[in-house]
């Protein structure tokens, strides 16, 4: 895998978008069969972390300032291809994710709406169950708040 790229929306190539929105479809529309607006205006605000296996993307993730999604700063479109998975690179992902979201907005929580069957993944990784299951485009949430104290 490539050293991850960091960087904020108007910084990233056309080439970049294009292959961050179609690993996206791949996992979220393909994959999962869910049918729902990916591209929501909160990409244009957001950071975006990944990094590639060759020329494709195989672990991504959008890091949201405070204010956008949610009260906190916010981690959302998690995804790790299919290329990637199973050698940890999700875990490393958010690992990397939270340390940056610890730069950029220092001791800050940090929310997240989490698919329901990832819940003890997000557990293991300092975030905390802050409410009760919910139907997000079929497919059930819970949302978890992150201290913002990266260890």
Known sequence: MTPWRFARFDDLTAREVHDILQARSAV????????????????????HLFAREGAEVAAYCR?????????????????????????????ALMIEALSRAATLWPGQPIRIGAQQRLERFYQ???FKTVSEPYDEDGIPHVEMLHSGAVS
């Open 124 to 126: 293991s990784l300092g």
């Open 28 to 47: 979220f529309v393909v994959e999962q069969a869910c049918v729902f607006q990916d591209v929501d205006g909160v990409d244009v605000q957001s950071w």
């Open 63 to 91: 890091v949201i300032p405070p204010g956008v999604k949610y009260a906190e700063a916010s981690i959302g479109r998690v995804i790790t291809t299919a290329l990637a998975r199973g050698r940890g690179d999700g875990r």
